[in-house]
């Protein structure tokens, strides 16, 4: 499902929206009892296997650098979670997935699951000034600090053991080479 969000605060905080997002999309799949992980930033794991992935697209009506200090005119907000289907209907054979049916044995009521969604994200979005807050449940609920990790990014790879976050959400990552400040990529948690 995707979401037009039109947020009250400033464009400048536009990228703690995902990690935001994914920590009510993981408090609304708890609350109707699928015990989920967050793998940074923002893909929800149940058991190890993906089942839900956040992303956010917005527009301040300008250049990136002019938006700042500014309202957003929108965000999309895309929330693609696996519901009441079984795994292998995903079609998807290399991959670990799961799905809400898989993991509670039962098909959840739709409306239920929405209503459990949207209070969450309401609640979420409505702190994102008091990111640190935030964080804070990031961090409780993740599944990838202190974790080795294999990061994909801009066409390199990089190893190492994801150790914290900044106070804006990017990963820091320990390497041989140092610690290296991550504010995209894939990552692959290494066994």
């Known amino acids: 499902m995707s979401f037009v969000l039109r947020p009250w605060f400033d464009a400048s905080l536009a990228s703690r929206i995902t990690q935001t997002a994914a920590v009510g999309v993981a408090k609304a799949l708890w609350e109707i009892g699928v015990e989920v992980r967050i793998k940074w930033p923002n893909d929800l794991l149940a058991e190890g296997k993906k089942i839900c992935g956040i992303l956010a697209e917005s527009s301040a009506g300008y250049a990136t650098q002019a ?4 309202p957003f005119d929108y965000v999309i907000l895309g929330v693609g979670m696996n519901a009441n289907f079984d795994p292998a209907e995903l079609g998807v054979p290399d991959r670990e997935v799961s799905t809400i049916r898989s993991e509670l044995g039962h098909d959840v009521n739709l409306l239920d699951l929405l209503r459990a969604l949207l209070s969450n994200l309401d609640m979420e979005l409505g702190r994102i000034g008091d990111f640190g807050g935030v964080l804070e449940d990031w961090r409780s609920m993740n599944c990838t600090l202190g974790e080795k990790v294999r990061v994909r990014r801009f066409g390199e790879i990089i190893e190492g053991r994801a150790v914290d976050l900044t106070a804006e959400g990017a990963l820091l ?19």
Request: net charge negative; glycine share 14%; no cysteine.
């Open 67 to 70: 938006a700042m200090g500014r």
């Open 173 to 191: 990552l320990s390497t041989r080479q140092g610690t290296l400040e991550l504010f995209e990529g894939e990552v692959e948690n290494l066994r």
